[in-house]
């Protein structure tokens, strides 16, 4: 199943339970050293096991695969939502770190969990959860990694007692037992109010955005926020116009937090629905910080729900700082998503990827990659058929970039391009126990 969309709206931003399947692993094993690219098969179903979710771990051009479950599958966990490759331990060997937001906890139906796979074979697999878990709030829908503290989005948690608020929870991976703490918009310091819908952590990103040098920052999106101005509101402004706030030096609990945030009606003008903070991504090249936030029905070049992303950028003697607004210009159309996912990189010249799964030629999908220092530079690439999906996901492995058209041919597939390659290699999942039907739903 893919996505329901609300019914005066193109395309699907209200995302709800999938289905798919996948193939087997011991997730004991030599799981990620080796292997450099992370795609999210999240409804899969190894060995039978409906929806329980695969990671698929890819080498190079995708020549080699291993497939990577949780410890103990069980149906609907939806393993594989998020995934995030990063060396965790120092140990030159990849690690992955998969979100299964749909997996019960302590009798807590979907209150999700998130899994960390060592790529050695001496460390087992590690579980977090919540220390409190609600039923419906879906721990694990986004990710970041950073200086060994890992942040992982609950958007639908009822923090501080208001529904669907959002939370997001932090682990300290350097920590045997994996103690964890929860920021929430009412934390204290923290920009913002928890308010009804707003799902804080949709999105999360994690760099050096203004605080001390030596510890990392938190930026959370919330696209459901209202734009109704300071201070608790039940109703008022433009709905779902969304938020981004970025919270300093949050590697450790604190009592208080310092930070900022931003509405989209400081950057464009706003209206209903623009869902400002959907999609984030960080990256840093030559001491210089670059953070892309999107509003995918924004009303990019003018052109209503077209969509638009705002590039920040930060150095050590600088606090985050708007850089640019980047849209299609009167080349985009209504419902195209632009924004609806992002990727930077700082290898080789920061560069920025932007998902546009909804437009190209017949709706096929379609990405721009944008060189930060000149976006006039930008490339185009679209694949595929109308209704491929392609650009729902987008990630950078050096100088590959792997793009998630979770909808082809009804199991999904990533394509790898070299850095000035338009054509790419295709890939689709290999199985033998198992099917899929989400393949390149998140990729790393």
């Not at 060994?148 to 932090?170: I, K, M, Q, S, W």
């Not at 734009?227 to 009592?255: F, L, N, R």
């Not at 990189?345 to 560069?351: S, V």
Request: glycine letters at 18%; aromatic letters at 6%; a negative charge.
């Amino acid at each position: 199943m893919r996505l329901s969309l609300p019914a005066a709206v193109p395309f699907a931003l209200l995302l709800t339970l999938m289905t798919a399947p996948s193939s087997p692993s011991s997730p004991s094993s030599p799981a990620t050293c080796g292997w450099d690219t992370a795609v999210g098969d999240p409804f899969a179903s190894p060995s039978g096991v409906t929806g329980a979710g695969a990671v698929h771990l890819l080498s190079g051009k995708g020549g080699d695969s291993k497939i990577v479950r949780a410890p103990e599958p069980a149906a609907g966990d939806g393993f594989g939502w998020s995934v995030r490759l990063a060396d965790l331990d120092g140990d030159s060997c990849a690690d992955v770190v998969v979100g299964a937001p749909y997996t019960d906890v302590a009798g807590q139906r979907d209150a999700g969990a998130v899994y960390v796979v060592y790529g050695t074979a001496d460390r087992s697999p590690v579980r977090l959860v919540s220390s409190a878990p609600e039923a419906g709030a879906h721990l694990g829908w986004s990710l970041a990694v950073g200086q060994g503290t890992l942040v992982a989005g609950a958007p639908h948690e009822d923090a501080d007692g208001v529904e669907d608020a959002g939370a997001v929870h932090l682990f300290d991976l350097n920590a045997g037992s994996g103690a964890g703490w929860r920021i929430t918009q009412n934390t204290e310091g923290v920009s913002g109010n928890s308010e009804s819908g707003d799902m804080f952590g949709w999105s999360v990103a994690v760099g050096r955005m203004g605080g001390q040098r030596d510890t990392i920052d938190l930026a959370v999106g919330a696209p459901y926020d209202n734009d109704d101005g300071t201070g608790p509101q039940e109703s008022g402004g433009a709905a779902d116009a969304g938020s981004m706030s970025v919270i300093y030096d949050v590697s450790g609990a604190k009592d208080t937090y310092t930070g900022r945030k931003w509405d989209l009606h400081q950057i464009v003008e706003t209206h209903a629905g623009d869902r400002f903070g959907y999609a984030m991504a960080y990256a840093e090249e030559d001491g210089v910080g670059y953070l892309a936030v999107s509003a995918p029905l924004g009303d990019g070049g003018g052109v209503r729900d077209s969509g638009l992303v705002r590039l920040f950028r930060t150095t050590a003697t600088e606090e985050l700082t708007p850089l640019a607004t980047l849209d299609q210009g009167t080349r985009g159309a209504s419902g195209d998503g632009y924004g609806f996912s992002l990727a930077l990189t700082g290898e080789g010249g920061a560069r920025l990827a932007i998902g546009i799964p909804f437009g190209g030629s017949g709706g096929k999908g379609r990405v721009e990659v944008i060189p930060v220092r000149d976006p006039s530079a930008a490339q185009g690439v679209e694949q595929g058929e109308a209704g491929d999906r392609f650009g729902w996901a987008v990630g950078f492995g050096g100088n590959r970039l792997v793009v998630g058209a979770p909808d082809r041919d009804g199991s999904g597939a990533v394509t790898v391009l070299g850095r000035n390659d338009a054509t790419g290699t295709p890939l689709t999942p290999a199985l033998d126990d198992g099917e899929s039907a989400e393949f390149g739903n998140a990729v790393s």
